[in-house]
Every structure is written in structure tokens, then in C-alpha cells.
Nanobody, 121 residues
Framework: QVQLIESGGGLVQAGGSLRLSCAASGRGFSTSTVAWFRQAPGKEREFVAAVDWSGTYYADSVKGRFTISRDSAKHTVYLQLNSLKPEETAVYYC????????????????WGQGAQVTVSS
């Protein structure tokens, strides 16, 4: 069982940066795939980035601007968001699963409560 808690959301101007954290408790986190998804009002939840034992993966829309990283000693996964755009305003969720990475949110069994990111124009 894995419990996930996100932090680091907030309000930022377009072009600004934020760092989200996903802190985990419970067994198995260090070997889990951890992903970030986001969901804007009225839209589907979409894949943003993931890290598994093979590497890191990104949605095309965020490549070169967002960076996912894992600190196993702190049981935490980070998402650095740079050059943010107003259309990226959403609730950002971290999620974990035992297998390799997937872009489908239904593949993840463990979820955090979400962190609001608001980008003003």
C-alpha cells in the first residue's frame, strides 16, 4: 500500500516556474512507477510525466520545460515546471503503480489528493 501527498502548487505568472513534490509512505514506493497527471476543469485527466526503473517519460507538450526526478532516500518524486502557460492551469496529481510506465490514468492504483497550479496571463 502506498500513500501519496502532493505539495508545491500555487499561483504563478505565465513564463514562471513551480516545483511540485510527491511524498510517499508505505512499502514499495522506491520500485514503483510514479507519474504526474493533470486535469483542468471540464477536461480529461492527461498524462504529464513519469519515472520508472528504465528512465523518464514526458508528454510532448511539456518536453523541454518540465523535469521529473526521484529522490529515493526521501521517498519523494518531484516535477519541476518551467515556462508555464495559462492553459496549463489544472490540478496536478501524482500516481503510482507497480509495473512499467503508462500514459493511461486507469493503469495507476494509487493517487494523491492533487495540487492546484494556476498560471495567470
Amino acid at each position: 500500500q502506498v500513500q501519496l501527498i502532493e505539495s508545491g502548487g500555487g499561483l504563478v505568472q505565465a513564463g514562471g516556474s513551480l516545483r511540485l513534490s510527491c511524498a510517499a509512505s508505505g512499502r514499495g514506493f522506491s520500485t514503483s512507477t510514479v507519474a504526474w497527471f493533470r486535469q483542468a476543469p471540464g477536461k480529461e485527466r492527461e498524462f504529464v510525466a513519469a519515472v520508472d526503473w528504465s528512465g523518464t517519460y514526458y508528454a510532448d507538450s511539456v518536453k523541454g520545460r518540465f523535469t521529473i526526478s526521484r529522490d529515493s532516500a526521501k521517498h519523494t518524486v518531484y516535477l519541476q515546471l518551467n515556462s508555464l502557460k495559462p492553459e496549463e492551469t489544472a490540478v496536478y496529481y501524482c500516481a503510482a503503480r507497480g509495473g512499467e510506465y503508462s500514459i493511461y490514468h486507469g493503469s495507476y492504483g494509487f493517487w494523491g489528493q492533487g495540487a492546484q497550479v494556476t498560471v495567470s496571463s
